[in-house]
């Protein structure tokens, strides 16, 4: 068997499209919240930039997604955090902390194409490339809790989007 390699960000397989999707979409929602903008109207000003100047890439079609569902979603969102939080509010956290768990959060509630595990493993990533040393820890504690409710959740949102069936005469 094949020794190791010492450099630990050799052992990590590259990073996939949809992770620098969800890395965008935290600067992008942590950007809105520190310009105190719209993230919907800032994603546009994103795009409309990415199509006018060659130099800047265009916005991952999931980091629009995202950032699209969180905005949509953003009064759910925070109150499904907010109630998992202990001894602590929202606006206490840090921003980007608060800018990982939304996009978590809404993945666990909407992307029905993402299990999640992954949701709440890519979101502890997150919080180690941007956050502090404790962020990783309380990320996936937050999460922990909310990932036992978001099959309700799903399933809700589901039933609700399902036409419904005329009975038959």
Same mark, same amino acid.
């Given at each position: 068997?094949?020794?190791?390699?010492?450099?630990?960000?050799?052992?990590?397989?590259?990073?996939?499209?949809?992770?620098? &999707?969800?890395?965008?979409?935290?600067?992008?929602? $942590?950007?809105?919240?520190?310009?105190?903008?719209?993230?919907?109207?800032?994603?546009?000003?994103?795009?409309?930039?990415?199509?006018?100047? #060659?130099?800047?890439?265009?916005?991952?079609?999931?980091?629009?997604?995202?950032?699209?569902?969180?905005?949509?979603?953003?009064?759910?969102?925070?109150?499904?955090?907010?109630?998992?939080?202990?001894?602590?509010?929202?606006?206490?956290?840090?921003?980007?902390?608060?800018?990982?768990?939304?996009?978590?959060?809404?993945?666990? $509630?909407?992307?029905?194409?993402?299990?999640?595990?992954?949701?709440?493993?890519?979101?502890?990533?997150?919080?180690?490339?941007?956050?502090?040393?404790?962020?990783?820890? $309380?990320?996936?504690?937050?999460?922990?809790?909310?990932?036992?409710?978001?099959? #309700?959740?799903?399933?809700?949102?589901?039933?609700?989007? &399902?036409?419904?069936?005329?009975?038959?005469?």
């Amino acid at each position: 068997m094949a020794e190791q390699p010492a450099d630990k960000k050799s052992t990590y397989k590259k990073l996939g499209a949809r992770h620098k &999707a969800r890395r965008r979409a935290v600067d992008l929602l $942590f950007e809105a919240e520190a310009r105190d903008v719209d993230a919907a109207d800032l994603l546009t000003e994103r795009g409309e930039l990415a199509t006018r100047d #060659q130099s800047v890439a265009p916005l991952h079609a999931y980091t629009r997604t995202l950032v699209e569902g969180v905005a949509d979603e953003l009064e759910r969102v925070d109150g499904t955090i907010e109630s998992y939080l202990q001894d602590w509010t929202l606006s206490r956290l840090p921003a980007v902390d608060r800018a990982i768990l939304r996009v978590a959060v809404w993945e666990l $509630f909407h992307a029905t194409d993402v299990p999640p595990v992954v949701a709440v493993d890519e979101a502890v990533e997150l919080a180690k490339e941007l956050s502090t040393d404790d962020s990783p820890s $309380f990320v996936n504690g937050v999460l922990g809790q909310v990932v036992q409710v978001a099959p #309700q959740v799903r399933a809700a949102a589901a039933a609700t989007r &399902a036409p419904r069936q005329e009975p038959e005469a």
